[in-house]
């Protein structure tokens, strides 16, 4: 088990890490990257047991609806690190599950490596979004066949890889690169069917990141967003070699989504976990900045607080509904309620720009334009603005300001953006969580209710 000081010297392992240009050298020291090394090794440090032996407590599988409660109860308080290590583990148990009665080998193979990521303590990540060239051609009809990461060499001990995958949260942080096939794969396309697991630091691979830091000279007007960050990575696969007991699908085309549909339905759960919080903490935002301007009485500013309470409601509502509905793996693993999980994320994805407009509109404008807390320590300037920035007597100026940061820092601005996006964007776009909920809805049975109830029978 490691602790977080030996998590940030595991970094320098010779990984390839770009960001705006350069080569980062030194990881855990760098003004971007800082902040959220030091967040994932303080989560090594606070789960580390010198016991031999011993399983650390984030690091287990979920085995109990508890279990997946205590991993969405984290889904803002631990670091996003954490949280997608976590699911990538169970996708690929819950992967091994499914391609078990067909490809037992695979699955034992699986099996095995999560025993033995669980052992070292590592960080995983996930990669999957192809950079897809011409959206509108299949894998093996692109102009580029590397469009798709696919297989370009099969040796006897392993294969070897080519190709990119684009939108990978915390890829550098990490120190394994799970790799599956994007999509649903056809006959012929078995060189693009590989699923495997790639060590950061293997040669070949190259990670380029952007990250919504702010880096601005004064950082406190970004009291959210300069305190808890994580870099998006795009990882390119230039003839990367896997070993076999890497690799856990290739070829077989008419499985290639099996682990697409396993992944989607842990990273669906993470959203909507992290926007059960996010709407809660949005409620709590309408509220204050309500009262700090002084019109939490008035009728519409209530109308509109308490329509963002019932979308917090069915949001949350929808979280519990999936975690108490769990089904479970045949080796016990529990796995959120697939129906409640993707209707429950579509209903905050599609919702969330309701919740942002209704915040700001209850705020106002100065969310966009309050001044920074170095104008409030003007000598010249500073006790004016808390003078024009206060409200009554119990709101003062500076009060009022910083709470205006942290609204726009967390809903407007490069954080906020991010976040808008990643909302809409994990575990696939609006369609993908509209077409698993048709697809698990109880149809039939709504049928019967409705023939029930109007006392017509059912046709022979």
């Not at 590989?194 to 919504?212: E, Q, T, W």
């Not at 209903?347 to 509109?361: I, K, S, T």
Request: charge should be negative; hydrophobic fraction near 40%; charged fraction near 25%.
């Amino acid at each position: 088990m490691m602790t977080g000081d030996e998590y940030r010297q595991s970094l320098n392992d010779g990984r390839r890490v770009f960001l705006e240009g350069d080569l980062i050298a030194d990881m855990a020291n760098h003004p971007v990257f800082k902040v959220p090394v030091d967040a994932a090794a303080k989560l090594y440090d606070r789960g580390f047991d010198p016991t031999p032996g011993a399983v650390r407590d984030t690091m287990r599988t979920m085995k109990t609806a508890e279990d997946l409660r205590h991993h969405a109860s984290g889904a803002d308080d631990h670091d996003m690190l954490l949280g997608v290590t976590s699911a990538s583990m169970m996708t690929l148990l819950t992967a091994a599950d499914r391609i078990e009665s067909k490809l037992p080998e695979n699955a034992a193979r699986i099996r095995a490596w999560v025993k033995d990521a669980q052992a070292r303590d590592i960080r995983i990540v996930q990669c999957i979004t192809d950079a897809k060239g011409d959206r509108s051609k299949r894998p093996s009809q692109q102009e580029d066949p590397d469009a798709y990461v696919r297989v370009v060499e099969r040796r006897a001990d392993g294969v070897v890889i080519r190709g990119a995958k684009l939108h990978i949260t915390a890829a550098s942080l990490a120190h394994e690169l799970m790799t599956i096939p994007t999509k649903a794969m056809k006959a012929g396309e078995d060189d693009y069917s590989i699923a495997c697991m790639v060590p950061v630091n293997s040669p070949g691979v190259k990670i380029v990141d952007v990250d919504y830091a702010p880096r601005h000279k004064d950082q406190r007007r970004f009291p959210i967003s300069s305190r808890k960050h994580t870099p998006d990575s795009f990882v390119i696969f230039d003839n990367v070699f896997v070993p076999n007991e890497r690799v856990f699908l290739d070829g077989h085309p008419e499985m290639a989504a099996t682990f697409a549909h396993s992944l989607g339905l842990w990273e669906r759960l993470g959203g909507l976990a992290g926007m059960a919080n996010t709407f809660d903490a949005l409620v709590g935002f309408a509220q204050l900045i309500a009262e700090a301007n002084g019109l939490e009485k008035i009728p519409h500013i209530k109308e509109k607080i308490s329509g963002m309470m019932i979308n917090a409601t069915l949001v949350r509502a929808c979280l519990d509904a999936a975690i108490d509905q769990c089904n479970f793996t045949a080796d016990g693993q529990a796995v959120p309620h697939e129906l409640y999980t993707n209707a429950g994320k579509y209903y905050g994805a599609a919702n969330y720009p309701v919740m942002v407009r209704d915040l700001h509109d209850i705020s106002g404008g100065s969310v966009q334009t309050a001044p920074s807390i170095s104008d409030l320590e003007n000598p010249e300037v500073g006790h004016l603005i808390r003078k024009y920035m206060g409200t009554k007597q119990s709101v003062d100026g500076d009060y009022r300001t910083k709470l205006f940061h942290a609204i726009y820092d967390y809903t407007g601005g490069a954080g906020g953006t991010w976040a808008a996006i990643a909302n809409l964007q994990s575990g696939g776009g609006l369609y993908a969580q509209r077409i698993v909920t048709a697809g698990r809805y109880d149809v039939e049975q709504a049928k019967r209710l409705a023939l029930k109830t109007a006392h017509i029978e059912e046709p022979a």
